[in-house]
């Protein structure tokens, strides 16, 4: 079989026009977080949020990994897809260690960070991902992680959120790594899905795992935003 083309365009460039239809609801979120006077308050529990998806992404890719290798023999997307999972894990790991030293320079201790409960929309966004994989296709993994690693963070965002909160320096670093990392990062995994044989179906799920990362952040950004003024 050969990558899937539909009126010239790869899988990759498709993906990134599927994301692009509901992109605009997670931008606005992050824009009013950004702007919103209670910005110092927010950012913490941004900073939260994030630990809680991110602290998922290598039991995610491990999962991945255990269910496409079980068909890898019989099915050449799967193989290609543990094949970049195993490639990747050690690029991710310990980048929720890095959240949880930037919360600590925001006087919220570790202990405390774990202890809390993560929202049911977080739940819901990483959880959905292990069903896709488990019970359809782990292909279906490459959608999340082209939302997560193919719209990383601009200096010039991070340097608008260190004036705006007053935090230090310190606090940014995990954004200041994944703006420097996430681009080649997305760059290897959309060319990753434009040399896959896909099936239109295995396209189709990885567009709708992209999708379904793309509300479901912007859902959780909503409720930081609803947050404020509310006792922590």
């Not at 050969?2 to 824009?31: C, F, M, N």
């Not at 950004?34 to 950012?43: F, K």
């Not at 193989?79 to 195993?86: K, N, P, Q, S, T």
Request: hydrophobic share 45%; aromatic share 6%.
């Amino acid at each position: 079989m050969t990558p899937i083309r539909e009126s010239g365009v790869q899988a990759g460039e498709r993906l990134r026009l599927k994301i692009g239809l509901v992109l605009p609801a997670l931008v606005d979120a992050g824009d009013r977080l950004i702007a919103h006077p209670q910005v110092r308050d927010l950012y913490p529990e941004y900073l939260f949020a994030s630990h809680c998806v991110i602290r998922a992404s290598v039991p995610l890719m491990e999962a991945g990994v255990a269910e496409a290798t079980t068909r890898a023999d019989s099915d050449p997307v799967a193989a290609a897809v543990a094949a970049y999972l195993e490639h990747h894990i050690p690029e991710e790991l310990d980048h929720d260690a890095w959240l949880l030293d930037d919360l600590a320079v925001l006087g919220k201790p570790r202990d405390e960070v774990l202890a809390r409960l993560p929202s049911a929309t977080v739940a819901s966004l990483v959880g959905a991902q292990y069903y896709w994989m488990l019970h359809y296709h782990p292909v279906a993994l490459l959608g999340y992680i082209g939302v997560l690693e193919g719209y990383p963070p601009s200096p010039q965002m991070i340097d608008e959120l260190e004036a705006r909160t007053g935090y230090p320096r310190e606090a940014f670093r995990t954004m200041e790594a994944h703006a420097e990392l996430d681009p080649s990062h997305g760059d290897e995994l959309f060319e990753l899905i434009d040399s896959l044989a896909l099936t239109r179906e295995q396209a189709g799920v990885i567009g709708l795992s992209a999708m379904h990362t793309v509300d479901m952040y912007a859902r959780a950004l909503e409720e930081i935003l609803d947050s404020a003024g509310r006792p922590r």
